[in-house]
């Protein structure tokens, strides 16, 4: 038979996230299906709701779906930074990321970030593997070459901050033939070697593109993007994007999300609506 039901993440923005439903309707087309997450767990969420997060994870799992994690860890990079007394710096919504900065990413991302959310996995029964970018040659990478908007100059230079040229989902595809649920962080290379620190809403979605997921969910703990009068913008065209980024109604971290969706990709892409979050 088909999967029913609905399974709620149950993550209450209270405590820093937004709730996130994902309705699963009698449909046996949706095992085996993949369903992109990209979750970002901020220190002050608790273990309860943390541990709500991991089973019904788990739970999608098990029901069938083939569920691919991808995490940010931007507050806990910025935390490390501070600890080590190197500055941090953001150029629309990017962290300028040297060498020194570079290390710390791969550090917490691919280290205690990445850990953490596996081992919250495997501690509610799942059966988790954590990736980075690296392995398998999973994301292929390179420079990002920034142009200025907040600035007066044409391009920018934001050091080792990357974006995709590839996805290579052979290691994904022999994950999904097991019971373990992939976790990436979002550190690419490139043909040389050289590491990359990468959006994770960008990875999540080229992700879902060449997986041709039924669904990504971006789990947050903001509220959206917002107009002028603060209220949340439910749907956006390309048009409507230029429109708020030229009146900087759209800025900082939202910004290279929704540039994500109405730019071509490397696959020439063409997107001219937002993912549905819910």
Not at 205 to 232: F, Y
């Amino acid at each position: 038979g088909g999967i029913s039901g609905i399974l709620s993440a149950r993550l209450s923005a209270e405590k820093g996230l937004n709730t996130i439903l994902i309705e699963v309707n009698t449909n046996p087309c949706l095992e085996e299906s993949n369903h992109l997450l990209k979750c970002m767990l901020p220190r002050m969420v608790d273990d309860m709701l943390k541990n709500s997060f991991a089973r019904d994870i788990v739970l999608m799992k098990l029901v069938g779906m083939n569920p691919i994690v991808v995490h940010g860890g931007g507050p806990q990079i910025g935390a490390l930074l501070e600890k080590l007394n190197i500055e941090s710096n953001f150029i629309d919504g990017l962290r300028v990321t040297d060498s020194q900065t570079m290390d710390v990413v791969e550090m917490d991302l691919g280290g205690l970030v990445n850990t953490e959310i596996v081992s919250l996995l495997n501690k509610n029964q799942g059966k988790a593997v954590g990736l980075t970018g690296k392995d398998g040659n999973l994301i292929e990478a390179k420079k990002l070459r920034l142009k200025g908007r907040s600035t007066n100059q044409d391009v920018l230079d934001i050091g080792q901050v990357g974006e995709v040229v590839e996805i290579n989902t052979e290691v994904l595809e022999v994950i999904k033939r097991s019971d373990f649920i992939p976790v990436i962080a979002p550190i690419g290379a490139d043909d040389k070697g050289a590491s990359y620190n990468m959006n994770a809403d960008s990875v999540a979605g080229e992700i879902a593109r060449v997986l041709s997921a039924e669904k990504l969910i971006l789990l947050t703990n903001v509220a959206g993007v917002l107009d002028k009068k603060g209220n949340v913008v439910t749907g956006l065209s390309v048009r409507q994007v230029a429109s708020l980024i030229a009146d900087k109604t759209l800025e900082g971290g939202m910004l290279p999300n929704c540039l994500l969706y109405t730019s071509p990709s490397p696959r020439d892409r063409t997107r001219s609506r937002m993912p549905s979050s819910a």
